[in-house]
């Protein structure tokens, strides 16, 4: 019966069919002890044999016999050192969870609040788990299914330090991470393109592998700064033959010369930073052929997409207009405008009415391993 007459809350009835529920199993195990005794007592059991059982059935019987002893303490035990608890004194072994209470549990489909800290749930399925507020902190969710789980709010500060890498139906839908708390988590792989993580605590967050295109990491703390040389990347340094006044000449050129045109954007792999958000663009023009002394061949406008296949679909990222000088600038870039991906497309759009002669052009920002 209910420890009181009075009407049970619902988290006090559910405290109280898990109470019941694992003294159902503790008896069930206590019962199957007893017996394998009395078949030990009947006949000759050869050593090694008997080693293997005690030793498949000793983890189960201990944990169970620690829930018991929790939940008949009138003061239930703190946190033990090498273990972690859940809801009413219910352990849980650090790195890996009970085989009975993940049974149990799993039936139940409510974990929620429960302290779950380091525990490694790798593989699991944990597909409609009630998991809200439970603290996942360091969990090992590698490869767990949790399609239709209820999960933390994502600026609890429960997901610091956890580990979601091939980890199914945790992303949420709208694609929000505003705020979310995830320092030291391990995103490997996980694809983020698209999704607002503005403000987000990314610091020493591993997104190796990852995919960030397109999405809105303005105020996101964390990564390290990083510089995309656009101009070593597309035009490493080689002898060129241009055309001047009709008069072909070699020269050496690390420009942009032959390959940003106003009808020809440069394209290139982001294999530089994962995910890069901008800071700003620095641009060098140089006098071409058809400005000696007016700068006419500067640049005016340009943008700059990303997209997650060198063929797109192009996302754009940012539109700068320059100055009308030979001099190096730095333009700029708005702080919640879409991070890089896996392909960026810079164009030109406009010059000030001669041709496009780009000397240097580098992209600044941060970005995360």
């Known amino acids: 019966m209910p420890p009181t007459s009075r009407a049970l809350s619902a988290t006090e009835a559910r405290n109280w069919a898990l109470e019941q529920q694992l003294r159902e199993i503790e008896i069930d195990v206590r019962t199957r002890a007893t017996e394998l005794e009395r078949v030990r007592a009947r006949r000759v059991v050869p050593g090694n044999e008997m080693a293997h059982r005690r030793k498949d059935a000793s983890p189960c019987a201990e944990a169970l016999s620690q829930a018991s002893t929790a939940l008949n303490s009138p003061a239930r035990p703190r946190l033990d050192k090498g273990r972690a608890h859940g809801d009413n004194g219910i352990y849980f072994q650090r790195g890996q969870v009970s085989c009975a209470l993940t049974t149990r549990l799993n039936a139940l489909k409510d974990l929620s609040n429960a302290r779950l800290r380091r525990t490694g749930m790798s593989g699991h399925d944990l597909r409609n788990v009630n998991l809200s507020g439970a603290d996942l902190r360091g969990c090992d969710l590698r490869r767990a299914n949790l399609t239709g789980a209820r999960l933390p709010d994502w600026d609890s500060g429960l997901f610091e330090g956890v580990q979601l890498e091939g980890a199914k139906g945790w992303l949420p839908a709208g694609r929000d991470l505003t705020n979310a708390k995830l320092k030291s988590a391990d995103l490997s792989g996980c694809d983020l393109s698209g999704f607002n993580l503005s403000n987000a605590d990314l610091e020493l967050t591993i997104l190796r592998g990852a995919s960030l295109c397109g999405a809105n990491l303005q105020g996101a703390r964390g990564g390290r700064a990083v510089t995309v040389d656009v101009t070593a990347i597309c ?129 600044h920002g941060d970005a995360w391993d």
């Open 235 to 363: 035009t490493p340094s080689t002898s060129r033959r241009l055309v001047v006044e009709g008069v072909q000449i070699a020269v050496t050129s690390t420009g942009l010369w032959n390959d940003l045109k106003l009808d020809k954007p440069v394209v290139f792999a982001n294999t530089e930073a994962c995910g890069i958000r901008l800071h700003h663009i620095t641009l060098r023009n140089f006098r071409g052929p058809t400005s000696v002394t007016d700068n006419n061949d500067c640049v005016r406008r340009m943008s700059v997409h990303t997209a997650q296949r060198e063929n797109g679909p192009w996302i754009p990222v940012v539109t700068l207009t320059a100055a009308k000088t030979s001099q190096e600038q730095q333009l700029a870039v708005p702080p919640d405008s879409p991070a890089l991906g896996e392909f960026v497309q810079v164009s030109v759009h406009e010059t000030y009415g001669g041709e496009v002669c780009v000397r240097n052009l580098q992209l």
